[in-house]
């Protein structure tokens, strides 16, 4: 579909590029890689080279000097091949930098951004706990002020890159029973999991960072989709976090944090879409190949209507995503239309790649081709950065604000 109501003509050359580097890069090692749930390190190397891991940030700051709507294009076009390689990019973007971008002091982003946005070491987020997923307000992580540096204690679940990266940005509680205003962020440093391959590529690993005492990570899960992509408990264990990593005003961690994940909210829309596109595209393809009955399957009725559906929705779902990102690149309020393209692309990915499966008959059930895998990637994006539930309790606050006050 045309763009042009969005995007210009760089952004044109970003997608060509990532589309490219997708089909050379990715494609061919994506199944095996989803098979053996393997961190892509030697696409990371590349992906770093190519500005991947810093399209938004100013080149002063270490980035591509680009800007959020060629970061969206970017997780888009990418996810059409693969959705962990889009995630690395998501989680180490998004919610990894962005928080040290906005809240940060001076010398905190001159300290961790260049890191950061070249793709040397890779970053995280940590929000999520055992016991406060949805509700991120009820953080039960402690954070005790011991004169020059805080003490951590507690854990953070299912967090992005949390073996192999090296620098993330956590909530903890500051002040006992006081909501959300007693939650702080802080920055937090360790040393990446695969040290010797991150050594011998040259990437991953700054010997310069310091290692949080009593921070690490834990086991790595065994996820249904994103399997690719590098998902762990980080523990605080009396972890000794130096007072100049406070990231932002003492307990505003929560609310600077809900700033970030509407940003992220539009990330998730665009891997989404891009999961969704990439299925449906393998199905027109294979509707155009497959014979039955003497006949190609697209004729018949049964799969042209499909098709025709996917086609629809994936437009109203571009749409939906791009004007998401539109505001946001403009400065314009951007919560409800964030909350709208995430539910919307997430939930249409699960449709999507469901009827891809159901397209291709058996051999959709296989690994054989990359709608099942995509069908499992697609789960997930209708649970992380807010679930379905979650995001229409976002949008119906914000519809009915001047309603019910």
């Not at 961190?39 to 000097?65: C, D, H, S, T, Y």
């Not at 299912?158 to 702080?184: C, L, S, Y």
């Not at 310069?208 to 264990?237: N, Q």
Request: aromatic share 8%; glycine share 12%; net charge neutral.
């Amino acid at each position: 579909m045309d763009l042009s109501l969005y995007l210009n003509d760089q952004h044109a050359q970003v997608r060509d590029m990532v589309r490219e580097f997708a089909q050379q890069h990715v494609a061919p090692v994506a199944r095996e890689l989803d098979r053996t749930s393997s961190f892509p390190w030697q696409n990371i190397k590349r992906m770093g080279e190519l500005g991947l891991l810093g399209v938004p940030w100013p080149e002063e700051m270490g980035g591509a000097g680009m800007d959020q709507l060629a970061y969206y294009v970017t997780i888009h076009e990418l996810a059409k091949v693969d959705a962990s390689h889009a995630l690395t990019i998501s989680a180490h973007t998004n919610l990894g930098t962005s928080p040290i971008v906005d809240f940060g002091t001076p010398g905190q982003r001159e300290r961790y951004v260049p890191l950061l946005a070249s793709g040397r070491v890779l970053g995280g987020f940590g929000l999520t706990e055992p016991g406060a997923g949805s509700d991120a307000g009820g953080t039960a992580a402690t954070a005790v002020d011991r004169g020059d540096h805080y003490l951590l204690n507690g854990s953070k679940v299912f967090i992005t890159h949390g073996g192999v990266g090296e620098i993330f940005v956590a909530t903890a509680r500051t002040e006992a029973g006081n909501g959300v205003r007693g939650i702080t962020s802080f920055i937090l440093t360790k040393e990446t999991c695969d040290l010797a391959v991150c050594r011998e590529l040259g990437v991953g690993h700054d010997d310069s960072l310091p290692r949080i005492p009593g921070f690490r990570a834990g086991k790595k899960e065994d996820k249904m989709g994103w399997r690719a992509s590098d998902t762990r408990e980080l523990i605080f264990e009396d972890a000794r976090v130096p007072k100049e990593n406070v990231l932002g005003p003492l307990g505003e961690g929560f609310v600077n944090f809900l700033k970030t994940l509407d940003g992220g909210r539009i990330g998730i829309a665009a891997l989404s879409l891009g999961i969704a596109e990439g299925a449906y595209q393998a199905a027109l393809r294979y509707a155009g190949v497959r014979r039955q009955f003497g006949k190609l399957i697209g004729s018949f009725q049964g799969v042209h209507f499909q098709l025709a559906d996917m086609a629809l929705e994936i437009e109203a779902g571009t749409h939906l995503l791009y004007h998401a990102a539109w505001l946001k690149q403009n400065g314009k309020p951007f919560k409800k239309e964030a909350a709208m393209a995430k539910l919307f692309c997430s939930e249409l990915a699960m449709r999507i790649t469901t009827r891809a499966v159901q397209i291709f008959g058996g051999y959709g059930y296989t690994t054989e081709y990359p709608v099942e895998r995509m069908m499992r990637d697609a789960k997930v994006c209708e649970i992380g950065e807010g679930t379905s539930e979650i995001q229409r309790i976002v949008i119906a606050r914000q519809i009915l604000g001047d309603v019910i006050g």
